[in-house]
C-alpha cells in the first residue's frame, strides 16, 4: 500500500529542516510527503522546496492552504494525496525510520481503518515525559478499547499527529471536519471514521514530538482543554460541532 504523509505547517520554518529528514529516512518503500503551509508568513514553503531540491527522487509535494486552521490543512493534505493510507505528523514530529512500517502492517486487517499511538515528549522534562508516555500507554491505550465497546461505540483515542488513516474511510466519512480549527480535532476524526471499522491505539506505536506547546500555555492548563474537548465530543451525540 503507497502511504500518503500529510504535514501540516504554520510558521514551522525552524522545526521542518528537523523532521522532513526523518521522514525521508523512512523504511518503507512506498510513500509521498505533502507539506501543507497554512497560512504562514514566515520561509515555511522555501524550507520545503529546498528540500525538493535536495531530494530529487523522494515525492515531495508543496501545497499551499491560506485558510488558516489544522484541519483545513490536513483536508489540503488529504485531497493532494495519492496513497492507500494517509498518516498524519506535525512539523516538530520526529518519527523513528520504522514508523510507517510499524503502522502499515496493522491494515493487514481489512477491519482496521487507523492505528495511532503515544507522543513521546522528547524536549519536555523527564517527570512530565515519563508521566505522559505511561498516562498514555495505560489509560489512553484502555479508553480506546473501551468506548469502542458494541454497546458504547462512540468513537476512540487517536493522536493528531500520530495517526495513520485509510483513505477510503476518510472519504466515505467526507473527509475532515473544517469547522473544527484544533482543540478535539483527532477525536472528531476518529467520530467520523469509526462506523466504518476498528481504530486501534499501539503503545508501541511512538512518535517524538516536542512539548513547546505545554512550555507555552502550561501543562495544567493545556492537559485540561484537551481532556475538555475529548469529552465533549465523546459524550455528545453530535459529530459535527462547532468549535467554541
Known amino acids: 500500500m503507497k502511504i500518503s504523509v500529510v504535514i501540516p505547517a504554520h510558521n514551522e520554518e525552524k522545526s521542518l529542516p528537523v523532521s522532513l529528514p526523518t521522514v525521508i529516512a523512512q523504511d518503507y518503500p512506498d510513500f509521498e510527503i505533502i507539506v501543507v503551509d497554512n497560512a504562514s508568513d514566515d520561509g515555511t514553503s522555501d524550507v520545503v522546496r529546498k528540500f525538493m531540491a535536495d531530494n530529487p527522487n523522494t515525492q515531495i509535494k508543496l501545497i499551499m492552504e491560506s485558510r488558516k486552521g489544522l484541519l483545513w490543512a490536513r483536508e489540503a493534505g488529504r485531497r493532494a494525496a495519492s496513497g492507500d493510507i494517509i498518516a498524519n505528523m506535525d512539523a516538530d514530529c520526529l518519527p523513528s525510520p520504522d514508523w510507517l512500517s510499524k503502522g502499515v502492517k496493522y491494515f493487514a486487517d481489512p477491519k482496521i481503518v487507523a492505528v495511532s499511538g503515544p507522543y513521546d515528549y522528547y524536549d519536555g522534562g523527564f517527570v512530565f515525559r515519563y508521566i505522559s508516555l505511561c498516562t498514555q500507554m495505560s489509560i489512553y491505550w484502555l479508553t480506546s478499547r473501551i468506548i469502542q465497546l458494541p454497546f458504547v461505540k462512540t468513537g476512540a483515542v487517536m493522536i493528531g499527529g500520530n495517526n495513520m488513516i485509510r483513505a477510503e474511510a476518510l472519504h ?17 476524526t476518529a467520530m467520523r471514521i469509526a462506523p466504518f471499522g476498528r481504530i486501534l491505539f499501539m503503545n508501541r506505536l511512538q512518535m517524538k514530538t516536542s512539548a513547546r506547546r505545554f512550555r507555552h500555555e502550561g501543562i495544567v492548563k493545556l492537559q485540561l482543554k484537551y481532556l475538555k474537548h475529548f469529552f465533549k465530543l465523546i459524550f455528545s451525540l453530535k459529530q459535527d460541532l462547532e468549535p467554541e
Open 172 to 188: 466515505k466519512a467526507g473527509g475532515y471536519n473544517t469547522a473544527r480549527t484544533f482543540y478535539g480535532e483527532d477525536t472528531d
